[in-house]
C-alpha cells in the first residue's frame, strides 16, 4: 500500500515562494510517475505538474510554467514542488500522487494561501 504525505504550505503574500515536500511509503516509488495536483474551491481538482521516474521528463500545466519547478529524490521517496512568483490564484489544496491518479492514495494535502 502507497501513503503519500503532503507538507511545505502555508500563507504567503503575492510574488512570494514555497517549497512543498510528498513523503511516499512504499518500496517501488522510483518506478511511478509523480505529479503535483491543486483544486480550489468550487473548482475540480486539476494536475498542476508531473515527473517521469528519473527525472528526466516533467509537465508543467500553462498556468504554472516558468513558475513552479517539479524535482524528485528517489533515494529519500520524495516529490517536490517548488512555487515562485505565487499568485492568489494558486490559492488551492495542493496534493500528490501518482499519474494517472490512484484514488486509494489521496492524502490530505497541503493547503496554499496567496494573499493579494
Known amino acids: 500500500q502507497v501513503q503519500l504525505v503532503e507538507s511545505g504550505g502555508g500563507l504567503v503574500q503575492a510574488g512570494g515562494s514555497l517549497r512543498l515536500s510528498c513523503a511516499v511509503s512504499g518500496r517501488t516509488f522510483s518506478s511511478y510517475v509523480m505529479g503535483w495536483f491543486r483544486q480550489a474551491p468550487g473548482k475540480e481538482r486539476e494536475i498542476v505538474a508531473r515527473?517521469?521516474?528519473?527525472?528526466?521528463?516533467?509537465y508543467y500545466a500553462d498556468s504554472v510554467k516558468g513558475r513552479f519547478t517539479i524535482s524528485r529524490d528517489n533515494a529519500k521517496s520524495t516529490v517536490y514542488l517548488q512555487m515562485n512568483s505565487l499568485k492568489p490564484e494558486d490559492t488551492a489544496v495542493y496534493y500528490c500522487?501518482?499519474?494517472?491518479?490512484?484514488?486509494?492514495?489521496w492524502g490530505q494535502g497541503t493547503q496554499v494561501t496567496v494573499s493579494s
Open positions: 500522487n501518482i499519474v494517472p491518479p490512484n484514488n486509494n492514495f
Open positions: 515527473i517521469h521516474t528519473y527525472g528526466m521528463l516533467k
